[in-house]
């Protein structure tokens, strides 16, 4: 899953040192356009709904790989 956040996060705003510790806002310097938009390529590609409450939960790399694991997805 860790791979599939550096492809998105960088196919978004050209930045790709990640790791399970990155923070996107303060490591990354992402503004809320840019989480927005790596949002909605992680819904296109699995095929789901984040709600925003969620998303604003998903500070760091590893909270997203442990959102997608309770939704059941393990890629």
Same mark, same amino acid.
């Given at each position: 899953? *860790?791979?599939?956040?550096?492809?998105? %996060?960088?196919?978004?705003? $050209? &930045?790709?040192?990640?790791?399970? !510790?990155? =923070?996107?806002?303060?490591? *990354?310097?992402?503004?809320?356009?840019? %989480?927005?938009?790596?949002? $909605? &390529?992680?819904?296109?590609?699995? !095929?789901? =709904?984040?709600?925003?409450?969620?998303?604003?939960?998903?500070?760091?790399?590893?909270?997203?790989?442990?959102?997608?694991?309770?939704?059941?997805?393990?890629?």
């Amino acid at each position: 899953m *860790l791979d599939v956040i550096k492809e998105i %996060v960088y196919e978004v705003t $050209g &930045k790709g040192d990640i790791t399970m !510790d990155t =923070d996107f806002l303060e490591d *990354l310097a992402l503004n809320s356009f840019d %989480v927005m938009c790596i949002v $909605g &390529k992680f819904e296109e590609r699995y !095929d789901m =709904d984040i709600p925003i409450k969620d998303v604003r939960q998903l500070k760091k790399a590893r909270d997203v790989v442990e959102y997608m694991k309770k939704k059941g997805i393990t890629e």
